[in-house]
């Protein structure tokens, strides 16, 4: 083909393009002699990027702090994009499935090897320092890390165990969202009493948090997983991703969370040091006692009962 008849093909498949929309293509072709070339950096919108670290302190670890926990929303950014690829995927195979699976375990493993950058890129005494004018704030409060569990799984494996004989598919979704197992780190169950940093989370995301689960409660991963034909609910591969992506998230990638949290708040090796936003990080955090999998029919008795026992 000819470059002529190449450009008469292009122009072509533009005016159909825009006759689709009901627009003008000569309209449109005219808009690009006034536009200007793109480059990197509008693209990337790194100036705006490279000015949303806003330090508190005047210490220089800090600024590692911001711009750690700054890239880790945009990977829970990326997370959110491949997992609704998947549930809002019609007649979706176990191809596609496990590939935008691999994808979302592979940012997590990018996370989880990542905390040596909070472990052991910031002085102790530094962060013990300001941290003190982070209070009240906290980690807790990253909204996108709860649309990420309710996109994953049945809200069932999201109740804290005590509460789960109480509830069913049935149950309202903001009596769900009051027995989340990530309600113990910011409430007082002999007094029902919140703490500010769980008042001040509510406050701000209460609605979009109850409105994710309804929006994936028949199109989470694991309700897409189970609409597939039986067969495919079988294939090894799928099965080992989504085993591979239960276990990072709910196992590896929170012990390596505790354990940076760690070295930081537990200088005494007592377990007696406290969190920012005053929560029972150890409790919250430890895999055992959150006793939260995704997938649990993927899993035999015995790894259920020593989930996080092991590490």
Request: with cysteine; hydrophobic share 35%; aromatic share 14%.
């Amino acid at each position: 083909m000819s470059n002529n008849d190449n450009s008469e093909a292009i122009l072509k498949e533009i005016e159909l393009k825009y006759e689709a929309i009901n627009q003008k293509t000569e309209t449109q072709l005219e808009g690009l002699l006034w536009s200007k070339p793109i480059t990197y950096w509008d693209y990337i919108q790194t100036d705006a990027l490279l000015n949303l670290q806003i330090q508190r302190t005047t210490l220089p670890d800090e600024m590692v702090f911001i711009m750690y926990h700054q890239v880790n929303e945009l990977i829970f950014k990326m997370i959110l994009w491949e997992m609704r690829q998947i549930s809002y995927c019609e007649n979706i195979d176990t191809v596609f499935f496990t590939e935008r699976l691999m994808r979302i375990s592979r940012y997590f493993d990018m996370l989880t090897t990542s905390f040596s950058i909070m472990g052991d890129g910031m002085e102790v005494d530094q962060y013990m320092k300001f941290r003190n004018t982070l209070t009240p704030a906290s980690g807790f409060q990253s909204a996108q890390y709860r649309l990420i569990e309710f996109a994953s799984t049945d809200l069932i494996n999201l109740i804290h165990h005590r509460y789960r004989d109480t509830i069913d598919r049935n149950t309202p979704y903001e009596f769900a969202l009051e027995h989340l197992y990530w309600q113990a780190a910011g409430k007082d169950y002999h007094t029902g009493k919140k703490s500010f940093l769980l008042e001040e989370f509510e406050k701000k995301y209460k609605k979009e948090f109850l409105a994710h689960m309804e929006e994936y409660n028949t199109i989470n991963i694991w309700q897409k997983f189970k609409q597939l034909p039986e067969l495919d609910q079988k294939n090894p591969e799928l099965v080992q991703a989504m085993r591979h992506y239960d276990h990072t998230v709910n196992i590896t990638w929170v012990m390596q969370h505790l354990n940076t949290a760690k070295k930081y708040i537990d200088q005494s090796g007592k377990g007696d040091g406290e969190a920012t936003g005053g929560s029972d990080w150890k409790k919250y955090m430890h895999p055992k006692y959150q006793r939260r999998i995704f997938f649990p029919e993927l899993w035999s008795s015995h790894e259920l009962e020593n989930w996080g026992v092991e590490m």
